[in-house]
């Protein structure tokens, strides 16, 4: 019979695996500042789904989880917001927040998002940069749709990640963009997942599907420091795979926090395709 330990560890190799944006503590404020930038397109893509109070929502892939917050506060005291990541460093310190900030209407839980087994429980269902990092997007879009009951609502985005901004023209922005696609694609992933989604929600039978874009972009603030902050964060990954080696990564790095520090160039997060639709009422 296998320890627990040894299983964890098993787990943590896997999760490494697949996944290549570094999570646990530096991950979380990776993801704040995403969310600095992006949480205000994300709210209003809620409201216009429906998003209202006393819903059950779920926020799978919620990372940090701070658009797990800004749900709750959408539901009220009459709804709640469950959230699971498989970054288990990730969830301990959401746990921790939630204690101190003490939220009431939130849970949440580590679990791979393939491992869910919920039936219509939910009302609303989010998935933010989620579903890009997956490997069998149908399969995970599948359990999500089992998860939500009959006239729920879905709401996922994500990334078309060649779609970037960076202006003047930078070869080692360009660089950073084609590492990330190739390095997610190593794993699984597909870094222009964004306009292949409403594709998704037609056949995973959805109604009324709706689709917006939004592209957070600065000459400075958290828009601006996302690449910089992704680079570093997809090191380990890009270095494993063999993708970039060390003097090349260096080199990149340099010019992006170059181009990062310049109040000219004008950078933006990855153009985010923002789709929902509703299930079928039986
Ligand atoms: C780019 S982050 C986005 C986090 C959050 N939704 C946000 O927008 O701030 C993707 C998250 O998905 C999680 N994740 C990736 N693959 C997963 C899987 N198979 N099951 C559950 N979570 C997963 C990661 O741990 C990470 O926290």
Partial sequence: MYSTCYILHLN?????????????????????????????????????AGIKT???CLDAG???????????????AEGYVTALDFDKD??????????DLQIHNVNFFQTDIYALKSN?????????????????VEEAFQILNKALRPGGIILVEDVQFSAHICTPFSEAFETYVRWYAEVVALRGGDAELGPKLP????????????????????????????SLLTLDKIKSALLDSKIADEIEFD????????????????????RTFQVWGRKSKK
């Fill in 199 to 226: 594709e998704l929600f037609f056949s995973g039978g959805l109604k009324s599907i709706e689709v917006e874009i939004a592209q957070p972009v600065g000459l400075s603030g958290p828009a601006k420091q996302m």
């Fill in 251 to 270: 080199k990149v790095r340099l010019e992006l926090e170059s181009i990062t520090n310049d109040e000219k160039t004008l950078i933006s997060i990855p």
């Fill in 12 to 48: 943590n190799i896997l999760y490494a695996m697949i996944y290549v944006i570094d999570g646990g503590r530096e991950g979380k404020a990776r993801l704040n500042i995403l969310g600095q930038a992006m949480n205000e397109y994300s709210i209003n893509a809620l409201l216009k």
């Fill in 120 to 136: 219509e429980e939910f009302d609303l269902i989010f998935a933010r940069y989620l579903l890009s990092h997956l490997n069998n």
């Fill in 62 to 76: 919620c990372g940090g989880g701070m658009m797990t917050y800004e749900m709750a506060n959408l539901v009220g």
């Fill in 90 to 99: 990730i969830i301990a310190l959401n746990l921790k927040e939630l204690e």
């Fill in 54 to 56: 006393g819903l059950k």
